[in-house]
């Protein structure tokens, strides 16, 4: 039986119980399935593209030293480079990987794409640094406009500070109650 066919018949038969567990266990090692599947497709596509490489290399060995005794080798070469680059379409399709256009034009351009990883990971680590700027200058003036509250309304800032010490418990109470699944913990009524 595969993991499609115990997600559906998993479980109890209604709704809840193990069948939740089940089905999410199915849903992980179906994800995992999936995952070994598409690098299998990809190591596919990848060693036709070798083989592709082979022949167009064998191919321009026998075109560099073509004579006329050599016209049925360089046939037969064509026609495997023919068959194998229609092997390697009808692999691609059922590839389904994604390259952002950026790549293709730096490979294009004749550049390493391995600079577009890079210059995506420099952009994200300075967007990442004006945030982290500022978030903290945003705390410095929380702290700041704490200080100057509490030196003229004391007792409406001790009141903000209570009311904000009961919320915070209360988000806490509500997060333990939430399973590392995403689904909410419910007393039974016994």
């Not at 066919?5 to 209604?14: A, H, I, M």
């Not at 390493?112 to 420099?122: A, G, L, M, S, Y």
């Amino acid at each position: 039986m595969d993991s499609s066919q115990s997600t559906v018949l998993g479980g109890n038969g209604g709704s809840g119980g193990n069948g939740s567990l089940i089905s999410q266990n199915n849903d992980m090692a179906a994800s995992a399935a999936g995952a070994d599947d598409s690098m299998q497709k990809l190591n596919q596509v990848s060693n036709c593209i070798q083989k592709t490489l082979g022949l167009i290399h064998q191919l321009y060995l026998t075109v560099s030293t073509f004579n006329a005794a050599f016209q049925m080798p360089l046939l037969q070469r064509i026609n495997g480079l023919v068959v194998e680059l229609d092997n390697m379409v009808k692999l691609a399709e059922k590839c389904n990987i994604q390259v952002p256009m950026e790549v293709v034009n730096l490979i294009d351009d004749g550049k390493n794409p391995d600079e577009f990883t890079k210059d995506v990971i420099n952009s994200c680590i300075a967007k990442n640094q004006i945030t982290k700027g500022k978030t903290d200058a945003l705390k410095g003036l929380r702290k700041h406009l704490l200080e100057e509250l509490e030196q003229n309304f004391p007792d409406e800032v001790e009141t903000f500070r209570e009311s904000r010490a009961a919320a915070a418990a209360e988000l806490k109470r509500q997060a333990q109650s939430i399973l590392p699944n995403g689904d909410v913990r419910v007393k039974s009524e016994h």
